[in-house]
């Protein structure tokens, strides 16, 4: 594995490639072209240029995040193969500049969800937090007013103001989409970037739906074992792959992280780690990387990518605002520089312990 951080370009993000180069064992980064919008074709100069800054700065881009979908093509509306004409486009310009992972997530209208950005903890940090009930008694436009507060004057993915202009628009595309319609059309979609994927090898990394369930009454697929299982067989090329979240199919309890890193094996091209702390199934807040400071077990999800033996980057997922930060929510320097040494330090333990004591540990 890599261990790498998401940065979000010098124009948007607080923390610079300086900062990044200086945790130590992190050699590469997660980015993209934030002003992007959804279906438009990202020009190879553009690319070729964000390369050439991290590679100044003596890291690499160890993978793409996010390349969006255009909603068209999640509705499977009449003009999808011209978006889809587009994303191609984009991977060759990506293949052509020697990138060869794309994470990308296929949730209706927009990103995850959050009902708090600025949580307090007992120790004083901040964190996203989600509880149900927020989310019952509020709609979109209102829950955005009243996280838009916390956003540190960054923007959030997914919550970006021109998409909660439409929002109403685009919750009218969804009428009459349900989950089986939403596969059909992730399926479409996947079968016709393959040939693109294989010609350059890249592969593709779905993001899992954040929740792990409906919100607002929209679809939602990516969610749980059997789903996840079911899109890597519907499409079944290794380049149709995963981004293994923890903390978005953690949001599941019911989901056994260790067991679906098991099952997916050969499919895990890109993973985030993260720990949420429950205070009940559907209240939960986003704790810090340590395992007894959440509910997960740091050290098995860790363990069961090393045995699958797992290759491709790992970022820390989101941390917390901690000691006097300002930064995009859950996207500081410091407790994701805390989280990557950590794993970081259960990695080299697992590795020493197979290598030694016959490989059992
Ligand atoms: C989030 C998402 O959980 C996460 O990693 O920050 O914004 C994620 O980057 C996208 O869903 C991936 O497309
Ligand atoms: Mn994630």
Redesign the pocket.
């Known amino acids: 594995m890599e261990m790498t951080l998401?940065w979000y370009g010098s124009k948007f993000d607080t923390v610079t490639l300086k900062q990044i180069r200086q945790i130590p064992g992190v050699t590469g980064v997660i980015t993209t072209l934030y002003d992007t919008a959804p279906g438009e074709v990202w020009d190879r100069g553009r690319i070729r240029a964000l390369k050439e800054e991290v590679e100044a700065s003596g890291l690499h881009i160890a993978g793409i995040?996010?390349v969006?979908i255009h909603e068209s093509i999640k509705t499977g509306q009449k003009d999808r193969d011209k978006y889809i004409e587009n994303y191609i486009k984009t991977l060759e310009n990506l293949g052509k500049e020697d990138l060869h992972l794309v994470?990308?997530?296929f949730?209706p209208v927009f990103?995850?969800t959050r009902t708090e950005l600025a949580r307090v903890r007992p120790d004083g940090s901040t964190v996203l937090a989600y509880t149900q009930k927020a989310v019952d008694d509020l709609n979109p436009e209102k829950m955005f007013e009243s996280i838009s507060g916390d956003m540190n004057g960054s923007i959030m993915?997914?919550w970006e103001p021109e998409r909660m202009e439409h929002v109403k628009e685009q919750f009218a595309m969804y009428q009459n989409i349900d989950n089986e319609k939403l596969f059909e059309n992730l399926k479409y979609f996947l079968e016709k970037i393959m040939p693109v994927c294989d010609q350059y090898e890249i592969n593709m990394a779905i993001?899992p739906d954040?929740p792990a369930w409906s919100v607002f009454g929209l679809p939602r697929i990516i969610i749980n074992k059997k789903n996840i299982l079911r899109l890597m067989a519907m499409v079944d090329n290794p380049h149709n792959g995963v981004?293994f979240?923890t903390?978005?199919f953690g949001t599941n309890l019911d989901n056994n992280l260790p067991e679906m890193i098991r099952l997916l094996k050969g499919r895990i091209h890109f993973a985030?780690i993260?720990n949420l702390k429950f205070h009940s199934p559907d209240d939960f807040e986003e704790a810090a990387h340590l395992s007894s400071d959440g509910n997960f077990d740091m050290y098995e999800i860790m363990k069961a990518l090393y045995e699958i033996g797992f290759e491709g980057p790992i970022r820390p997922?989101?941390g917390r605002m901690i000691w006097n930060e300002k930064a995009m929510p859950?996207?500081g320097l410091y407790d994701r520089a805390l989280g990557a040494a950590y794993l970081n330090g259960l990695w080299e333990a697992i590795e020493k312990c197979k290598n030694h004591a016959g490989g059992s540990i």
């Open positions: 998401r995040e996010s969006n994470c990308y997530n949730m990103d995850w993915p997914g993001h954040d981004t979240c903390g978005s985030h993260r997922d989101h859950g996207y």
